[in-house]
């Protein structure tokens, strides 16, 4: 299975900036059984490459001069070949499990998500249901949170998406994870890639997100209960964080006044 990436950022000011900074986490972290057979990742400026707290490799654009305008473009091409029932990595965790238990950001947690995991957190405490209790939260948070779009944006918390009872990916991500550090499993955030040229799967013409837990003995699992499925050799995972910010695919910040918008189309297709 090989599969083609394009992905374009483009951030347009109403208003010339005289230098803008721009924080790129789109390198690919291939599971076991994954290959990258190319990776390339374009932008204006001076190009710095640095990791984050997270373990999340990180490339700068750095624009000193006035400009309206900036575009990120990555191209890629990625293959699977393995068998695994999830995506495993072959890295050692660079925090401990019970960082990823901290209430806060955009997964923050509080009685409003008893529903949600009413009955799971006994299975949850033991090892060897763990799994069987992470999928059956999956199920309740595809059942109450519908994937539609136009309804949330990045800044949408779980809180509000468990409201809504509806949303992107990154809500269901958000709640899923939400719920998980609620009953005392280690959660976080996975930003990355999958394919969008399968009606059946709800993936957006952005990256795509996803959550993983942990179960002592198999580390991280992955869980995308937008899809309700765990991840597999079609998802490739570039960054992990708490939330959504930590683990945001393209940020920016500038000098200067007036409006900026930002547009994202990605395209991720099985190659022939």
């Known amino acids: 299975m090989r599969l083609s990436v394009r992905h374009v950022t483009r951030f347009a000011f109403d208003q010339p900036s005289g230098h803008s900074i721009h924080d790129v986490r789109l390198t690919p972290k291939p599971a076991t059984g994954q290959r990258i057979v190319s ?16 373990g999340n490799q990180v490339t700068t654009f750095s624009v000193a001069h006035q400009h309206d305008h900036v575009e990120i473009v990555v191209h890629g091409v990625y293959e699977y070949s ?27 947690h509080d009685k409003d998500f008893a529903p949600m995991i009413e009955g799971l957190a006994d299975k949850a405490a033991v090892q060897a249901t763990r799994v069987e209790a992470l999928h059956e939260l999956m199920k309740r948070v595809g059942e109450r949170i519908a994937y539609k779009t136009g309804i949330s944006t990045v800044d949408t918390t779980a809180k509000q998406a468990l409201a809504h009872g509806a949303g992107v990916a990154q809500d269901h991500t958000h709640v899923f994870i939400a719920c998980c550090r609620r009953i005392g499993v280690p959660a976080r955030y996975v930003s990355g890639y999958l394919r969008n040229d399968d009606p059946a799967l709800h993936v957006g013409r952005t990256s795509h997100s996803w959550a993983e837990a942990w179960v002592p003995g198999l580390e991280w699992v992955g869980f995308d209960p937008a899809n309700g499925i765990s991840p597999g050799g079609e998802s490739l995972r570039v960054a992990v964080g708490l939330d959504y910010r930590d683990a945001a695919p393209v940020s920016g910040r500038r000098v200067g006044f007036g409006e900026a918008t930002m547009t994202v189309d990605a395209s991720v297709k099985l190659m022939g």
């Open 82 to 108: 393995g068998q695994d029932q999830w995506l495993r990595y072959a890295e050692s965790p660079t925090l401990p499990p019970p960082f990823w238990l901290r209430n806060t950001g955009l997964a923050t």
């Open 39 to 54: 990776w390339r990742i374009d932008g204006p400026g001076k190009r710095s490459e640095w990791l984050d707290g997270h």
